[in-house]
């Protein structure tokens, strides 16, 4: 079974900065295929797409509220992407999420188009 693993999160307050990794050891399929995208959950709200890179095309897809504060990058060899956070805000406070898909279109928003999920890391952003 895929499994990803998604770490980096913790506590900091806002205005500061954290970097989270998602990785896929031992990863089956050619990492450099696939979209990894960031989604997050807030606590009483629904799951959102943060961010996205498509290793296949190597588009990134950014969410309205994080665009110009976070960056998503990837380094395929280590079968890794990483989420850069800056500016953190209090709004920020959620469990973040990394999935991995093969992705065709634009659609990276939507969590459907994702096969393989890691078990969260919690930022909380807080003064």
């Known amino acids: 079974e895929v499994q990803l693993q998604a770490y980096g999160g913790g506590s900091v307050r806002p205005r500061g900065s954290l970097r989270l990794s998602c990785t896929a050891p031992g990863f089956p399929y050619d990492f450099g295929d696939y979209a990894i995208a960031w989604f997050r959950q807030a606590p009483g709200k629904e799951r959102e797409a943060v961010s996205c890179i498509n290793n296949g095309d190597s588009k990134r897809y950014y969410a309205d509220s994080v665009k110009g504060r976070y960056t998503i990058s990837s380094e395929n060899a280590k079968s890794t992407v990483y989420l850069q956070m800056n500016s953190l805000k209090p709004e920020d406070t959620a469990v973040y999420y990394c999935?991995?898909?093969?992705?065709?279109?634009?659609?990276?928003?939507?969590?459907?188009?994702?096969?393989?999920w890691g078990q969260g890391t919690l930022v909380t952003v807080s003064s």
């Open positions: 999935a991995a898909g093969l992705l065709y279109g634009d659609s990276w928003y939507t969590d459907y188009e994702y096969d393989y």
